[in-house]
């Protein structure tokens, strides 16, 4: 009941400014940009004020974050501890999704139930795709300790295509064998499957939210992280293959 009367207030309140258009600024992660896309449009109507969005790689949203840019929340996979001075609060938990890998829909599903099953896998594909980890990109800074820990970090980036930003999943589509990242960015592409690592290495990845301490719409950023963990969000979360929280 506190957590419903805390919303009401939350989006009462942030109605109280759209005579003026309230508008907040949101910096997040890419991968955060599924679900994102589907409740920033949801709040806009419901409050009538108005969210931009700006992604990148986590580790670029962090540095841009401490080098003073202006935002009223930022959505973050991890890394949390080296920004909290520019945070209003800790950060909320809103959704979270699995690492994994993807290959066609059609090719057999690769091994790997074991460590050393998953080892034979990667070795034998002939071309892997996934986000280089120098961006801070989560899903491929746990693939790259991934494989230093199974000892086959050489072999496998010889025949890897590191990128950014981008669906890596479409590049199986387009010819490459496998591709790394989350599972809710891996299902976002037809014909393609995913594919689970071996159980030593399975991460569940939250992201989560948090408005800044130098918000411009302290209140409207407020409204906007109670709308985005409120009971009606979950159907949007989960339709773009996350779990709430």
Do not use: C
Request: hydrophobic share 50%; glycine share 8%.
């Amino acid at each position: 009941m506190r957590k419903l009367l805390s919303f009401a207030i939350g989006l009462f309140v942030a109605a109280g400014t759209t005579a003026n258009s309230a508008e907040i600024k949101i910096i997040s992660a890419k991968a955060a940009g599924l679900i994102l896309g589907v409740l920033a449009p949801q709040f806009e109507q419901t409050t009538g004020n108005k969210v931009t969005i700006s992604y990148d790689e986590a580790g670029i949203v962090r540095k841009r974050i401490l080098s003073g840019e202006v935002f009223d929340v930022t959505f973050l996979p991890a890394g949390w501890d080296e920004v909290r001075v520019k945070l209003a609060g800790d950060p909320i938990a809103i959704a979270h999704s699995e690492l994994g890998m993807a290959v066609l829909s059609t090719a057999p599903t690769p091994d790997t139930s074991t460590n050393e099953a998953t080892k034979r896998t990667l070795l034998a594909v002939k071309s892997i795709v996934y986000t280089d980890p120098k961006t801070g990109g989560i899903a491929g800074v746990l693939f790259a300790r991934m494989i230093d820990s199974l000892g086959i970090a050489d072999a496998v980036n010889k025949k890897s295509k590191l990128v950014a930003g981008q669906l890596n999943a479409t590049f199986v589509a387009k010819g490459a064998e496998l591709a790394v990242q989350l599972s809710s960015e891996i299902r976002e592409v037809p014909g393609v499957q995913f594919v689970p690592m071996p159980l030593d290495f399975r991460a569940r990845v939250t992201f989560s939210a948090a408005a800044a301490v130098t918000a411009k719409e302290p209140a409207t950023a407020k409204a906007f992280l109670e709308f985005v963990t409120a009971p009606s969000a979950v159907p949007a979360i989960r339709s773009k293959g996350f779990e709430p929280g």
